[in-house]
């Protein structure tokens, strides 16, 4: 957390009316009605982007913002913002500010806006899905893996858990370098089985297989004997082959 943006943000919002109370938030002309983050995101996260600043002080006091409330609309804002007409936000700031809290020491549900950012805004859409896992993870994928230290490790594997929508030709040489570090293949078995059930999960079933089948993992994993049976049936997606993992079930227990 950037505690300087953190501030930044409260001060912002407190010239706009809303101030943060014990159980929540508070406008200033209405001090009986309580708001929660989600609330104030909603309300006010759009207009940072109307803020008289360049677009670096912008963004960064959006991420301030986002630190501040933990609200995914935050991160909504700013995906609005970078597409805009008066987008694109600054590149470097932009996924340097993601990687960051994906870097956070904090527990995974605290992290989630972040994560279910990427996974359902910046993952799903095919223009974005790209350069958005290149940046939070598949640039330095090699570094994080021969140099690991706990912030990366930390971000590899919240990336990896919510990759299942990246194309598998994207995600593929991030995956195997992943797979040299077993420290990951945990992370990486979940982003093998969110791959196959997203309904935007992308894999290629005998590759994923190849992938799957060098993890270490305990052979009692909840869902591995599954996974391993319906891509060896050559099926790439849940919602594409219905029955498939119902069938695996039946036959795995």
């Not at 953190?6 to 209405?30: I, K, N, P, S």
């Not at 994080?144 to 995600?171: F, H, I, M, N, Y």
């Not at 089948?213 to 909840?222: F, G, I, V, W």
Request: charge should be negative; hydrophobic fraction near 45%; charged fraction near 25%.
């Amino acid at each position: 957390m950037d505690s300087g943006a953190v501030e930044a943000a409260r001060h912002w919002l407190a010239e706009q009316g809303v101030t943060q109370v014990h159980d929540g938030w508070v406008r200033h002309e209405r001090p009986d009605v309580l708001l929660t983050a989600n609330d104030v995101a909603h309300t006010w996260a759009g207009d940072v982007f109307a803020e008289d600043l360049d677009p670096a002080g912008r963004l960064r006091l959006a991420f301030g913002l986002l630190d501040l409330l933990d609200e995914y609309w935050v991160t909504c804002a700013i995906r609005f913002a970078d597409d805009s007409s008066e987008g694109p936000l600054p590149a470097d700031l932009l996924w340097d500010g993601y990687r960051r809290r994906l870097e956070a020491d904090k527990a995974d549900k605290e992290a989630e806006a972040v994560t279910y950012s990427l996974w359902v805004d910046w993952f799903e859409d095919r223009a974005t899905s790209a350069t958005a896992f290149a940046e939070v993870l598949g640039n330095d994928i090699e570094h994080v893996v021969t140099d690991p230290s706990q912030a990366p490790l930390r971000r590899a594997r919240r990336v990896l858990e919510c990759s299942g929508p990246v194309p598998w030709s994207v995600k593929e040489p991030t995956y195997r370098t992943a797979l040299r570090l077993p420290a990951l293949h945990p992370a990486l078995f979940r982003g093998l089985r969110a791959s196959f059930h997203d309904v935007y999960g992308d894999l290629n079933p005998a590759a994923a297989l190849a992938l799957l089948d060098r993890l270490d993992l305990p052979a009692d994993t909840p869902h591995l004997a599954e996974l391993r049976q319906v891509l060896a049936a050559g099926h790439a997606n849940h919602y594409r082959s219905p029955g498939a993992w119902d069938d695996a079930v039946r036959s795995c227990s």
